[in-house]
């Protein structure tokens, strides 16, 4: 059944791939190979979690969508960028991503490389270039989103889960390794409509970190326990990539249904946080339970 | 002779290396090997003439250093990450850089290209967070320098060289890839003063302009040349490594001589658009000299 913001999503995601489309050059501008592989990995009919979660912030603290835009821009790209260096021979080495040939089988390795380089200026170029925030606005979604993707955030995470394949972690290690590599943009997403939010009381600051926190990690253990049913239904084998790769990973560490039970305790946990918004915080708690039970 | 601004380069470089010090995270910090791999490959002993030109344009100015220390820190950091991304084995597969190993010799692949890749927000960290420029002035700084290094910079123009290899290019087609490829992050280095300045005539800026364009190019063909004639004397080998990957230069289709002629009308183009400035401008016009006559 569909609720209010189920009902917008067409319209928000619709609204991300125009922004996004705007941003990125066309693919006869030169130099026209490296343009066509920027827009082949990001105009692939991805989910836009990332910006959808931005939008729905934003409607949770009263914030016009278009002052949204620049950060939902800026942080669709990052998650771009480094989807296609985390498929390279030299990390994950994947060879297909969403069904289609990843970046660097689609062109070649160099390109891919480059392509994705250039896609994280592109992204704080969306920021800084955006009319519709004040210059204060702009700089505290800079640090916000740049903090979110360098070593002390999603790239940091990468490193750490090259590093951890074959290990054995605790729980806690391996939640702190998530919050990083996946939990750390989908704060900034969170985030990002606190930066221009005209004001934020502490407490409302407060709970929507609890929601942007909780929700990141659930976010990544969906993602394995995806990996691996995925696999098992689809192609009718036990185990996933993560498994092949040796990668320390909560269902693979813990177990299938502990991992279940943990995603919706901190489904519970994120949303609790949202208590202080009331009925503006619906669109968050819709995104919630679909970033939980999604099949894909 | 030392002039006076060769009298200050030390101060300067003691300057720059100090900020880098500061932003890049300590090797104790997890994750502690690409925080290692990071600091190698931005703590290496490096001349620092994008700071240089950043300091020195700062000067013609009358701008104070210490606006424009967050530029000069984060082209510095730019500049790193594209030399990590140019030596891996995808793209110009070298192993030795400033006669040490280059980082995913030293360290690994995946290391090298996260390394690389967490360089980046730093750099717009550096800008985002610097409280000596108003937050206009940080956005138009992130402006210049995101355009500068991304896909119609210097990605850019490294993708155009990686295609050009073995093909004959025209003289002017091959300077509009050395002005994508070394040129951009020059000329932001320069252009940057002007990001931060009170106030800059049309004809100020123009000068500027003509400066920054030109000496970027010229920088490139004294790369070329030493890349040539540094082998040669050292090693008694007529080719250097553009030869053997078939790179396009300057030297290497037109010959030698001709491109030190270049060479020498792009450094006397540079220096005429400084006229505008008088003495104000004697740190640009040494740096100039010295891009040109430099032996490494």
Redesign the interface.
Known sequence: MPTPFAARLQEYTARISDCLERIL?AED???A???AA?RYSVLNGGKRIRPLLAYASAECLNIDPQRIDSAATAIELIHA??LV?DD?P??DDDDLRRGKPTVHRKF????A??????L???A??A???CTAT???Q??CL??L???A?????M??G???D??SEGKTLSAAELEQMYALKTGALIHASIMSAACVADELTGTDRRGLQQYADSIGIAFQIRDDILDIEGETLIIGKPAGSDIRQDKATWPGLFGLEPARERCDELLQHSINGLECFGERAEPLRWLAHYIVDREQ
């Open positions: 050059p501008v030169l130099p190979r490296l343009h920027m960028f480094s260096h390279l030299a990390m070649d390795e160099a390109t490389i480059l392509a994705a380089d250039a994280q200026p592109l704080f170029s920021v800084a270039e004040t210059p204060e702009s700089a800079i640090r989103i740049a903090h993707c360098g070593s002390r955030g790239t940091g990468q490193s750490i090259l590093s």
